[in-house]
Nanobody, 123 residues
Framework: VQLQASGGGLVQTGGSLRLSCAAS????????MGWFRQAPGKEREFVAA????????GYADSVKGRFTISRDNAKNMVYLQMNNLKPEDTAVYYC?????????????????WGQGTLVTVSS
């Protein structure tokens, strides 16, 4: 699976952005899809994940109630709607695919990664 993330940019505090991730390959629907982020000088961290059958989702506590992950298996797309953005959300955001069942939150359990898209939230 090859992944291409897009949609990042510069936004003010309280603003919104929608990230998209396009996946190639016919097996997209077999993977749990996740979003991670990495801020300068920090480790990559889990943001959100959605199961292959769209039944389950999971979020980091820091984004619950503000971010929503979704996917369209017919279009091989996964999205991250980010509302009420804060300066601490500034990071490079990566989409990833995991063959592990369930809502996968652990970085090491993801098998494929996109190239990342930069989100900058100004105060």
């Amino acid at each position: 699976v090859q992944l291409q993330a897009s949609g990042g940019g510069l936004v003010q505090t309280g603003g919104s952005l929608r990230l998209s991730c396009a996946a190639s390959g016919r097996t997209f629907s077999r993977y749990c899809m996740g979003w991670f982020r990495q801020a300068p000088g920090k480790e990559r961290e889990f943001v959100a994940a959605i199961t292959l059958n769209i039944v389950g989702t999971g979020y980091a506590d820091s984004v619950k109630g503000r971010f929503t992950i979704s996917r369209d298996n017919a279009k091989n797309m996964v999205y991250l709607q980010m509302n009420n953005l804060k300066p601490e959300d500034t990071a490079v955001y990566y989409c990833a695919a995991s063959a592990t069942m369930g809502v996968v939150t652990i970085t090491q359990q993801y098998d494929f990664w996109g190239q990342g898209t930069l989100v900058t939230v100004s105060s």
